[in-house]
């Protein structure tokens, strides 16, 4: 799980990259010397959570993987905190990182 945010800009990709990076830094893979697996075998699925994820491009996101076979999955989630003037706000997106292999 990560968390990545967009203070200015109201980038939704920004905030998404830095979610998946956040996630990454957060886990630790040991299970491939007993299957025999190397990551490059690995599945791995994206979920990102932002409040307009269509202004998500998910080609920038799976970038930020660096292994496997990559799939993005953008949704309906996050937060947007809004400036008291309403002039800006903050956007706030959520990552989910699932990997699997094929037995």
């Known amino acids: ?16 990259r830095r979610a998946v990076s956040d996630a990454l830094r ?10 025999d697996k190397t990551v490059h075998d690995m599945f791995v699925e994206v979920r990102i959570g932002v409040s307009e994820p269509d202004q998500v491009d998910v080609a920038a996101v799976a970038q930020e993987v660096p292994y496997g076979t990559v799939s993005v999955v953008v949704v309906a989630g996050g937060l947007d905190v809004a400036a008291p003037n309403g002039t800006d706000r903050i956007v706030i997106a959520n990552a989910a990182i699932l990997v699997s292999l094929e037995d």
């Open 26 to 35: 957060h886990s630790s893979l040991h299970f491939f010397q007993v299957t």
């Open 1 to 16: 799980m990560g968390m990545g945010v967009d203070v200015h800009g109201l980038d939704y990709t920004k905030a998404a």
